[in-house]
């Protein structure tokens, strides 16, 4: 454990080729719709809290990759404030970005993305599997998400989504003076194994949930359950 995370661009070219055994986290964001109530940066906020707290608390020694800020967001990209790319480019980027971290002997990488679209992780599964395929390393994918749905059913709905109850206090917990005190609550309901193309006319909002239950203190609690679990994940594979 250590008291502040070290970030790889802090460091020197002499220092980086002594770091070869550490862990390597990469963190996603995006920019995207939130709904009226939370910033468009609530998934870059969310990957970078997650990260750095991680990084501080893994027995082992672990350094933070620059953050990748951009991704896939297909349901969303009718929204203000959503700066999607194509699933090719994300899939080329983040496999440019891993090969410049193995082509450099770096072998124990951890992807933790803010955002957990399907298509967006896809690209970034896909990524690293191509890596996998011409080099010898290990690759860790995670989303904030693959843990913090899990407390659905309990106090949260079931149908919390994007921008709902669980994603308003976590960001109420780590950016408390983004979130906006008309904080809406929405059912929404795809119209099932439907191929829809525009999204605009199914989701005008972009969030789903019953944000206006939300509370600080329970986005403590979410975010501390899923740092746990990140680390318990991590320390298990690595």
Partial sequence: MSEKPIYFNELDMKELEKEKDSIIILPIGISEGHGKHLPVGTDTYQAEYVVEEVAKRLDRRSIIAPILNYGTCKATEHL???LSIRFDTLRDIAYDILTSLTDQGFENIVIISGHSGKSHMMALRLAAEDVLEKTDVDILLLS???FAYELKGDKVSETDGHGGE???ARIMDIKPNL???DRPRKEVKHPEFKVISDYGGHWP?????????ASKEEGKEINEYVIKKIIRVIEDSF
């Fill in 80 to 82: 203000y404030g959503t």
């Fill in 144 to 146: 904030g998400y693959d």
């Fill in 166 to 168: 669980i994603e308003t």
């Fill in 179 to 181: 979130v906006r005190e």
């Fill in 205 to 213: 909002e972009g969030m789903r949930g019953n944000a206006d239950e």
